[in-house]
């Protein structure tokens, strides 16, 4: 297990979101969360028991949540088979007296865990001081938790990334195209909650106006032991583009990279499929929470989401020519 903290929690916030499940597939993956854990002002220890995890048996389990310093994560371990497998985090928290003003941090906590089809992951809350209803870890209350598989990836204030591929197989040297959608799983937060506000709708910039630059790419494990990461080139202001804000709810994704129907072209990100064999290929979305003015109708300002997912990873069959 691994716990820590970023204290400048507010850009910890606006990089990495409020609160959120990350599932974390591959070694690549894991190292690019941790350098965007170390962007946002995390101090990784030189040693630590998930500095080496064997990817082919395991998965990296982690929730955070943006909050009271009090706040203290713990996993309470795995239990179930290699189709279903039940992951129990518990998050304790302060109930102050008096006019104590708490301070904010953001932390986290990763556990590996055994491989299996489905991982069902929850996050029970207790307050072990100054009495209440909950005041043990054995009385903790169950106040999240979602099911996460082939299909989902990391779940970041109720957004999620989901790639498809437009083929499983193709030939040498042809493109690789995936339709990328983000995607949105309402949550209503219950009287009390700490750990996941409401997730009712979430704000992202569209894709078209800022040619996706920033804010969405692919990691790509080739046939031949490679690891790339593709992106679009950065451009470092919008002064020729005219972004703005899109919403996604329950019943209305968003298509990236402009919010039409189609496919990604991975050639055109830099993608060579010469080499024959299966790509493993994981999408994804990164953006700085930041305040938006009001678009299309909306009364009022709007926040922008910030977090850096993961998307599902899925795999692609290369045939020699």
Known sequence: MLTGLIPQAGRARDL?????????????????????????????????PLARVDFTKQRIVGVFKFGDSGNAFTCLGASGDDRRREVKFAMSYVIYKGKVQAAMAWKFCFAAVPLAETLNVSVGTYHPMNGGLYPTLEKAREEWSAAFDAARGDL?????????????????????????????????AAPGDRFAADANEAWVWDGKYSNGYRNYGFLVETPDGKV??????????????????????????????????????????????????????TGLYAETAQDAKAWRGKEQDVRLWGGNLASNTFEVEVAAK
């Open 156 to 188: 970041i204030d109720g957004v999620s990334a989901l790639v498809t591929p437009k083929a499983a197989k193709i030939a040498a040297g042809e493109d690789i195209q995936a339709e990328f959608k983000l995607v949105l799983h309402p949550h209503q």
């Open 228 to 281: 790339l990461e593709l992106r679009r080139p950065e451009q470092l202001e919008w002064a020729k583009n005219a972004p703005h804000p899109e919403p996604i709810t329950g019943a209305k994704p968003y298509l990236l990279p402009d919010g039409q129907p189609g496919a990604i072209s991975l050639k055109n990100l830099g993608l060579n499929t010469d080499v024959p064999g299966r790509y493993r290929i």
């Open 16 to 48: 990495l979101g409020s609160a959120g499940c990350l599932v974390v597939r591959s070694a690549a993956r894991w190292d690019a969360l941790r350098a965007a854990l170390a962007a946002a002002g995390w101090e990784q220890p030189a040693e630590h």
